[in-house]
Structure formats: structure tokens, C-alpha cells
């Protein structure tokens, strides 16, 4: 399989990575010759074979519903790039 | 000094023929000196590493012993240190000081272990030759215009240059086997779920796994001792009691099975001098009454296809919170929220970091899933089958660890050529092996890592298996002249 600059574009966008066309190219060929090689799975004799999704087939494990964990708000928003009030701040989203 | 292993040193600690301070600042001056050359540090603690150094002489003098107690190691800068920048290898966490530790760091720091720094790694762990990082390239101590191997490149290059005696790597396809075995130097991948993955950044959770990386196989079991164990943290934990993985280092190899894995011996790709010296390694073992006898993993020719879907799947999701807004990089005046996420990301993130990316995002979109991602994981459990049939005659595999010698830097410039000199690492990764490699011989001056492959939880088997090779064979005590 083949990708052009509009898909790589496309993918970029669902990937939230800002790209401009210039990049978009660079990255096509790239991204093509990794589709072409993952294709050498179409001929795997997978006919039945249950998807493994955990090498050992561990189960989630589950622990009391209780609280574990302290309230460290102010060291985590120490280390953020933008806080006021205890809130996150991002540019405006509701007008 | 240089020639002195992790565990030779520990000894010395014990005997108190030198204090934890001597030791650490020996290395320290190593570090300053030497590093320059390899760039394999990304940030060198010393204050907190001689604080460390003092706390482990005060718990010497009491005569307490533990198993790493004031010996000096390094972190790869993929596990989070509090207080200390944990930069993955990216712009996207160079201002990232993390407010907590990986339990790796924890359980290493209650061992006794002092951090000297935090080693240079691929970006995220993504890359097998160290080009990745933001922080420039590391360098191969055995030929500085070579690389030293990926992802945990700084980790090898540091221990091979023996700046420091132990350091800790991850491995997701190959990235504590391949960059110990262009650096000379041994290296153990645990079986999946042996080592905490609470506070190891994630790139692939299903496959990533933390290890020791050293001069010795008893070094990697002594560190290991220190580093496994169950964490509640870690959802994937395997809860197993504590193991003593240096119990089998003296046991005989009188009637061991090797199985050699013929499809990682045939492959066009594989250095016929890489092969002479697996072969010589395999009449040593022999040599010691090991038996070896060929064994068949048919499907493993499609691992790196099936690893090239499940890694990118899952780096794409785990990737998803870097986003610019709770910590880490942040482009400069975001328009909206949409332009805050996406150049935060785009500036944030190096060439292949993205293009994995978008690989994941690609294989997991609408309409694709089951193409690509649930047909890979059904490969993955044939693939995983053939080992448990192969395991049914034989007690270790072996095989080389790359099919190449450490290439030059900048020589693979095309991903996919890049994707194959993990050719042979990934499958123990896709099944969840443990598996290990150590160094087994020297082609023009560049070491040749051996690799063994082991059955689940058989790690102190491994290691026993290495450390009787390591009796009869110096390889793993060679230092490279410049750093000797």
C-alpha cells in the first residue's frame, strides 16, 4: 500500500501532529515502504487463531474500590506549563 | 579500575577495602573525562550521587549488606526519577522533572545502588542506533563513527566504556540485546510482567520491559535481584514470589538441550563472520556437556511485520497524553485548542516518534482494525506457539543476537532497513520471553553479541547458562582501548 501527501495529511490530523506539505511528503515514502512491509501478514496461516493480547494471557487484575493514592495536586501542577487557581490553562474554547 | 565488575565491586564494598564516596567519584571523574567522546549521559547527578554514596558508607558501617549497596549504576532517562529530569530522549519532555520515581528507581535506590545520572536513549525507545535522541547521537566506545545500538544506547555505551558498572535499560523489540551486543557487554530482557512497568515511560505496554544491562551475567543477576519483583502499581505485574536469579550461575551445562532456531541461521541477512562466531561459541557450550540440536520457529520470519503494527498500535495511544497541557513542551502563542495540541506535538516530537505515530493511528482508524491490528496479534500467538512447541525439546535457544556488525552512524537511512536489525530480538518481545545477550567474540575490532532465548521465568537458568560460558571465554572482560 501507497500514501500520498492529502493522506498523510489526513493521518497527521488524526494523530494531532501539525504538519505542513513539505513535511507530508518527506514522510510518504517513508510510511508507504512500512505499509508494504507489514502486508507480508497477509499471507500468515491465522485461519482460527484467538488474538493475544497479553503474553502470559494474564487477566486485568482488580483491588478494592478504595482510595490508595494522595492528593498531590500542587506537585503535578508545579511541573505544568501554564496553571492559575489550581486549573489547568488552555487558549479559550467556548466564546 | 575499568576491569572491575558491578559484582567485583560490591565484594570490595562488603570488605570495606573502598567506601561508596572513593568509588563514586572514581566514576564521576570517569564520566567528566571520558563522556565527551560518547555523549551517553543525558544529565549526571553528582551531588545526589555522592549524598547517596555517604548514606551507603553510613549503612556499610553498620555492616548491613544489600545487594547493590553503594555501588554506582545508571537509569535510562525512560524511568522517572523525582527531582530529576526525565527527558525520554525528546524535546517533548526536556523540561519534564518528574514528581515521582519508577519502582525500577525505587527498589535499585533501596538496594543500596547510588545513580550517577540518566542515560541517552532513542527518542521514546524508538530506533535501534541511538540517532533518535534529542540530545544528539551516543557513540560505539569501540569505534566512535559507529553506533552504539538502540534503544538503550546509552546504557550499553556507558557500561561497555565502563563509566559506570551497571545501568538499566527497556526492551520492546530488542533495545537492552542489540545495543549489548554492539557494545559488548550483557544485557537481560525479563520474561514480560518480571519488572515493573509503573514509572517506565510507556511506548508498547504489552512488550516493554525493563532489565539490567553489565559486564557479567552475575552482574544482570545481581542487579536483577533488585530490580523484579510484584508492584500493585503495574497491572501487568505478574505476581510470583520472590526468586534468587543468581541461584543457578555455578550449575554445569552437563546435559543442557540448546535448541538452535534454523530460520535465525539462514537468513541472507546474516554476517557469515557474526556466524563464525556463534559457532565457536556453540563448541565452547559443548565443550562444557551442553547437547544442541536444531529446532524449527516457522513463523518467525513475520515478527518484525506483526511487531511494525502491534508496537506503532499501542506507541500511538500511549502517546496521546502528550498534549501540551499538564506538562512537557508547549509551542510558543497556540491560536486555539486544536493548534495547543497539534504544534505542541509536532514540535514536540522527533521524525521517527511521529511516523510511529501515525503508523498506529493509521492501523487502529475506522475501517482497518482488524486488517491490520487483530491479524497482527493473531500472528503474534503463532509465533508465540512455535517457541512453546520448540520449548518442549530443548531448555534455552540460541541464536545470534543481530545479523550485522555495529553499522556506521547515518548508514540506515531508510526506516524499514532500520526495522531489521532487530530481526532477530523481536520475537522473544512478541512472545514474552525472557531472553538476554552477552558477548561472544570480536570481528575487526567490533564485539559479536551471542543471543539466548529462555522459557518463561527461566531468567536464572539464562544466566546461569551465560555465566558458565563466561568461565571458559573473556570477551565480556574486554574493554575497548580507548576507555581500558
Given at each position: 500500500m501507497s500514501v500520498d501527501t492529502s493522506e498523510?495529511?489526513?493521518?497527521?490530523?488524526?494523530?494531532?501532529?501539525?504538519?505542513?506539505?513539505?513535511?507530508?511528503?518527506?514522510?510518504?515514502?517513508?510510511?508507504?515502504?512500512?505499509?508494504?512491509?507489514v502486508e507480508q501478514l497477509d499471507g500468515a496461516a491465522i485461519e482460527g487463531v484467538e488474538p493475544m493480547a497479553?503474553?502470559?494471557?494474564?487477566?486485568?487484575?482488580?483491588?478494592?474500590?478504595?482510595?490508595?493514592?494522595?492528593?498531590?495536586?500542587?506537585?503535578?501542577?508545579?511541573?505544568?506549563?501554564?496553571?492559575?487557581?489550581?486549573?489547568?490553562?488552555?487558549?479559550?474554547?467556548?466564546? | 579500575m575499568a576491569q572491575e565488575t558491578l559484582s567485583g565491586w560490591v565484594r570490595k564494598l562488603q570488605a570495606r577495602e573502598i567506601s561508596s564516596r572513593e568509588l563514586t567519584q572514581l566514576y564521576l571523574d570517569r564520566i567528566e573525562r571520558l563522556d565527551p567522546q560518547l555523549n551517553s549521559f543525558i544529565t549526571v547527578t553528582a551531588d545526589q550521587a555522592l549524598a547517596q554514596a555517604d548514606a551507603a558508607d553510613a549503612r556499610l558501617a553498620k555492616g548491613e549488606e544489600s545487594p547493590l549497596l553503594g555501588v554506582p549504576v545508571a537509569q535510562k532517562d525512560i524511568f522517572c526519577t523525582e527531582g530529576v529530569r526525565t527527558s525520554?530522549?525528546?524535546?517533548?519532555?526536556?523540561?519534564?522533572?518528574?514528581?515521582?520515581?519508577?519502582?525500577?528507581?525505587?527498589?535499585?535506590?533501596?538496594?543500596?545502588?547510588?545513580?550517577?545520572?540518566?542515560?541517552n536513549m532513542d527518542e521514546f525507545a524508538m530506533g535501534s542506533s541511538n540517532e533518535t535522541s534529542f540530545y544528539g547521537p551516543v557513540r560505539n566506545p569501540w569505534d566512535t563513527e559507529r553506533v552504539p545500538g538502540g534503544s538503550s544506547g546509552g546504557s550499553a555505551a556507558?557500561?561497555?566504556?565502563?563509566?559506570?558498572?551497571?545501568?538499566?535499560?527497556?526492551?520492546?523489540?530488542?533495545?537492552?540485546?542489540q545495543p549489548a551486543a554492539f557494545c559488548g557487554i550483557t544485557g537481560l530482557k525479563p520474561t514480560y510482567g518480571r519488572v515493573s512497568r509503573y514509572g517506565m515511560i510507556a511506548f508498547a505496554s504489552s512488550l516493554d520491559q525493563g532489565g539490567p544491562m553489565a559486564a557479567t551475567a552475575e552482574d544482570c543477576g545481581r542487579m536483577l535481584n533488585a530490580m523484579a519483583g510484584f508492584d500493585e502499581r503495574d497491572s501487568t505485574s505478574v505476581e510470583r514470589p520472590a526468586e534468587d536469579f543468581t541461584a543457578a550461575l555455578d550449575q554445569d551445562l552437563k546435559g543442557l538441550r540448546i535448541g538452535l532456531p534454523t530460520e535465525f541461521f539462514g537468513e541472507a541477512g546474516l554476517d557469515e563472520r557474526v556466524r563464525g562466531v556463534i559457532d565457536a561459541a556453540i563448541e565452547v557450550l559443548k565443550g562444557r556437556g551442553a547437547e544442541v540440536r536444531e529446532v524449527g520457529l516457522p513463523n518467525s520470519h513475520l515478527s518484525v511485520p506483526a511487531y511494525y503494527v502491534v508496537a506503532p498500535a499501542e506507541c500511538s495511544s500511549n502517546l496521546a497524553r502528550f498534549d501540551g497541557v499538564r506538562y512537557g513542551y508547549r509551542c510558543e502563542n497556540p491560536e486555539d485548542l486544536m493548534d495547543l495540541y497539534t504544534r505542541s506535538r509536532g514540535e514536540g516530537f522527533g521524525d521517527e516518534v511521529k511516523r510511529r505515530i501515525m503508523v498506529g493511528t493509521y492501523v487502529l482508524s475506522a475501517g482497518y482494525y482488524d486488517a491490520y491490528y487483530l491479524k497482527a496479534q493473531k500472528v503474534r500467538r503463532i509465533i508465540a506457539d512455535d517457541f512453546r512447541r520448540a520449548f518442549e525439546d530443548v531448555d534455552v535457544l540460541l541464536a545470534p543476537t543481530t545479523p550485522e556488525l555495529p553499522f556506521a552512524l547515518g548508514a540506515k537511512a531508510d526506516p524499514v532497513s532500520m526495522y531489521l536489525s532487530d530481526i532477530y530480538t523481536i520475537a522473544a518481545n512478541l512472545a514474552g520471553l525472557p531472553a538476554m545477550s552477552l558477548p561472544a567474540g570480536e570481528i575487526d575490532g567490533l564485539p559479536v553479541g551471542l543471543q539466548l532465548i529462555g522459557n518463561y521465568f527461566d531468567e536464572a537458568r539464562l544466566l546461569g547458562v551465560a555465566h558458565q560460558y563466561q568461565q571458559e571465554t573473556d570477551w565480556h572482560a574486554r574493554v575497548p582501548a580507548a576507555f581500558a
Open positions: 498523510v495529511r489526513r493521518i497527521a490530523h488524526l494523530s494531532r501532529l501539525a504538519m505542513n506539505d513539505d513535511q507530508a511528503r518527506d514522510f510518504a515514502g517513508g510510511l508507504s515502504d512500512i505499509f508494504a512491509f497479553h503474553p502470559l494471557d494474564a487477566e486485568q487484575r482488580l483491588r478494592p474500590d478504595a482510595v490508595t493514592e494522595p492528593d498531590r495536586r500542587e506537585t503535578y501542577q508545579a511541573i505544568a506549563p501554564a496553571v492559575e487557581g489550581g486549573l489547568y490553562l488552555v487558549p479559550r474554547v467556548i466564546e | 525520554c530522549g525528546s524535546r517533548m519532555l526536556d523540561p519534564f522533572v518528574s514528581p515521582y520515581s519508577a519502582t525500577v528507581v525505587e527498589r535499585m535506590n533501596a538496594a543500596g545502588a547510588v545513580m550517577l545520572g540518566k542515560t556507558a557500561v561497555g566504556a565502563r563509566l559506570v558498572p551497571g545501568a538499566t535499560g527497556t526492551d520492546t523489540g530488542g533495545s537492552i540485546r
